[in-house]
């Protein structure tokens, strides 16, 4: 059987195959050379050391997950940000969109917060529960260097990336795929939620054409998640 097997490869395909592959092999060397006790901080300040150590994972994901994908973008395929979410996009549906914090976000986060095994995983930098003298500087760094480079990643190189290839569904399906997976060994809530929360923020950034309002959506989670503990 398989000396009739034919490989089906089209060399106009090239980036949609990159686009595909940046999924396993970015997020393989995020796993294994960003998350904390698999590098050194090579940036280093007057900040407790997990708080310290969380800053740098959060940059150490922005390079791999923003950085390479947008020099990709502009570099290979010579096209604009702006085609992969980066954009202003739809405003009023955008704005129209992030409705959705005040009547679904705040309120599931609320109670959320008071789950234990969230209270067990967030905030990530544990220090914070105790010292929240530099929490603004760690939850604008949350949101620079970790929240934008996640949507970026997947709700803007991958989805917008793939969607003429394989369709809007099959994109969306895709990076939520990509996306959920980076959740494994989260809470099994979590993970249950980034499924959800994946096909959502994809049909909102499709329909905006821009990641922007997701970004604003899925930092809201995050960051009141941390605020609800912290503060209870």
């Given amino acids: 059987m398989l000396k009739n097997f034919k490989l089906d490869y089209n060399k106009k395909d090239i ?3 990159i686009i595909l592959l940046s999924a396993p092999v970015l997020l393989t060397i995020y796993r294994y050379h960003g998350y904390p006790g698999t590098f050194d901080p090579f940036i280093n300040f007057d900040f407790p050391e997990d708080q310290v ?4 994972q959060f940059i150490i994901f922005f390079i791999l997950t923003f950085i390479i994908p947008a020099l990709y973008i502009k570099l290979a395929m010579k096209q604009k940000l702006t085609d992969f979410g980066l954009g202003a996009g739809d405003i009023k549906t955008g704005l129209v969109s992030l409705i959705l914090i005040p009547l679904i976000v705040l309120p599931s986060i609320y109670f959320g917060a008071k789950m234990p095994e969230l209270q ?9 529960l105790h010292d929240q ?3 603004l500087v760690y939850e604008l760094a949350y ?5 934008i480079a996640w949507e970026f990643f997947f709700r803007g190189f991958i989805l917008f990336g793939l969607k003429d290839k394989f369709g809007a569904v099959n994109a969306i399906l895709i990076q939520t795929i990509s996306s959920c ?3 494994i060994d989260k809470p099994e809530g979590e ?23 997701v970004v604003i959506l899925h930092a809201a989670i995050g960051i009141l998640t941390d605020l609800f503990i912290i503060y209870g």
């Fill in 143 to 147: 949101l620079i260097f970790y929240y």
């Fill in 181 to 183: 997976l980076v959740h």
């Fill in 53 to 56: 150590i969380r800053i740098n």
């Fill in 191 to 213: 993970i249950i939620g980034s499924i959800i929360a994946g096909i959502i923020l994809g049909i909102i950034a499709l329909r905006t054409r821009s990641i922007w309002y």
């Fill in 133 to 135: 003298s530099n929490l």
């Fill in 120 to 128: 067990t995983e967030y905030p990530l930098a544990k220090s914070l």
């Fill in 15 to 17: 980036h949609y195959n």
